[in-house]
């Protein structure tokens, strides 16, 4: 199995700040990387696949890059409604794992 | 409009047999991957496996191979998800989710609302 890691576990920004969150796979999987968003009590929403495609109505603020083993979403100006946890997903290959999440919470 | 509409929550004993449903409506049903996944109290997502409502084919994550049984009912939009014999370190919150066009590859775009299942003596 491919395992994803990401850091920081969590992050406490202000409105405002940029936030980065990386996600490193043990393996290459290319540019099959997904990011997802995810609020308490709620389902995950996609944001990103195949490492940088901004799923539509998703905010300009957030950006992905990387590929091979190396990710990162950005979120360029922290909003209030951008708390939650973010996952990243390899779908490279089976199983698709997911990293263990990061928890971003507003200042 | 796309959706994915999960059966209600399950409290069960150990030891009990379970099937949890996710409806789908909104798309051709036969043409795109749908995978569940686990979410344990206060836990990370966990894939636990995936199937083609096409022709069935199924993909299990190692961790839940043997432990769970993916399928679908194509003449009802349906997947399901199946226990034979519950444990308690089987609570958690269940999703289904469809993934997007062009494939599992690209991520799953939409998600049902979670079935919590609760297995306690």
């Known amino acids: 199995d491919i395992q994803m890691t990401q850091s920081p576990s969590s992050v406490s920004a202000s409105v405002g700040d940029r936030v980065t969150i990386t996600c490193r796979a043990s393996?290459?999987?290319?540019?099959?990387l997904a990011w997802y968003q995810q609020k308490p009590g709620k389902a995950p929403k996609l944001l990103i696949n195949?490492?940088?495609n901004l799923q539509s109505g998703v905010p300009s603020r957030f950006s992905g890059s990387g590929s091979g083993t190396d990710f990162t979403l950005i979120i360029s100006s922290l909003q209030p409604e951008d708390f939650g946890t973010y996952y990243c997903?390899?779908?490279?290959?089976?199983?698709?794992?997911f990293g263990g999440g990061t928890k971003v919470e507003i200042k | 409009e796309v959706q994915l509409v999960q059966s209600g929550p399950e409290v069960k004993k150990p030891g009990e047999s379970l099937r949890i449903s996710c409806k789908a409506s909104?798309?051709?049903?036969?043409?795109?991957?749908i995978a569940w996944v686990r979410q344990m109290p206060g836990k990370g997502l966990e894939w636990m496996g995936i199937?083609?409502?096409?022709?069935?084919?199924?993909r299990y994550s190692p961790s839940f191979q043997g432990q769970v049984t993916i399928s679908v009912d194509k003449s009802i939009s349906t997947a399901y998800l199946q226990w034979s014999s519950l444990k308690a370190s089987d609570t958690a919150m269940y999703y289904c989710?469809?993934?997007?066009?062009?494939?599992?590859?690209?991520?799953?775009?939409?998600w049902g609302q979670g079935t919590l299942v609760t297995v306690s003596s």
């Open positions: 989710a469809k993934y997007a066009t062009g494939g599992y590859a690209y991520g799953s775009d939409y």
């Open positions: 909104g798309y051709i049903f036969t043409s795109y991957w």
């Open positions: 199937i083609y409502p096409g022709d069935s084919d199924t």
């Open positions: 393996q290459g999987v290319k540019s099959w």
């Open positions: 195949v490492a940088s």
């Open positions: 997903q390899q779908t490279n290959s089976h199983p698709l794992t």
